[in-house]
């Protein structure tokens, strides 16, 4: 992947200071459970899957009997019928394990798994969050961790990069992230009809600049940054951009 420079966007920032930490995780936790009952996705999210998953596969060299991945916010990447992430990485992997704060998107997760035909030992969701992983993964570190379209939903991604590194492999585990760069119009299409997210789900409204995202992985500790564009999508006057960024540990 190229380097983020030439990746610029205009500088404005439209976080919403108002919604506190703990309104903002238990709103998304309510979004994302009702979005299973109700089938609601973006519009895009099927295209955006699969998009991600080669843009991830093309990001990182697999191993499919020793690379072991974590899929963190798993259930932000779900697609109501071509899946989700995880599935396009499976073949290429030893296991997954993801991991959400929705019950009701880490159940349709596993639905998911059980109905391929693949065992739990290779691929499962579990219900938890940053604060919550040691005890959901113990000693366990990984070659390979991503986060695909949730980074907007977390209010200090700071301390949400700074927390995944802990679990990466040291020197050789990678981070994977991939949301919305921010462009002049993209903070309406959190607020658009065709994506139906409620504004109190999210923190960072049309994604985020690549400065944003390069000083988010220098602070981590994160070595070898690398961003570039992995999905682009018109529709009328406005335009859906997606970057995938990723940093190794140090």
Known sequence: MSKSHGLAAPHHHDYDAAITEPDLVKANE????????????????????????????????????????????????????????????????????????????????????????????EMKAIRGDLNGLGDIVGDIKFDLIFCASAYHHFSDIDAVTRGLAVFLKPQTGVLVVVDMLKTEHSATLHTSSKFSLSRQTVAHHGG???????????????????????FEKEKGDKKLVMFIASGRSS
Not at 42 to 55: D, F, K, N, Q, T
Not at 74 to 79: Q, R
């Open 30 to 121: 309510m979004h994302f459970d009702a979005q299973v009952h109700h089938g609601s996705a973006s519009p895009h999210s099927e295209v955006i899957s699969r998009v991600v998953g080669e843009a991830i596969l093309d990001a990182y060299d697999f191993i499919e009997e020793q690379t072991t991945v974590l899929d963190f916010a798993c259930g932000a990447d779900l697609s109501p019928e071509q899946g989700f992430v995880s599935q396009i990485l499976a073949p290429h992997c030893k296991s997954v394990l993801g991991v959400d704060i929705s019950q009701g998107q880490v159940d349709e997760f596993n639905r998911r798994v059980e109905n391929q035909g693949i065992l739990p030992e």
């Open 208 to 230: 985020f600049e690549a400065e944003e995202i390069e000083a988010n992985f220098k602070q981590a500790r994160l070595a070898n940054f690398e961003m570039e564009i992995a």
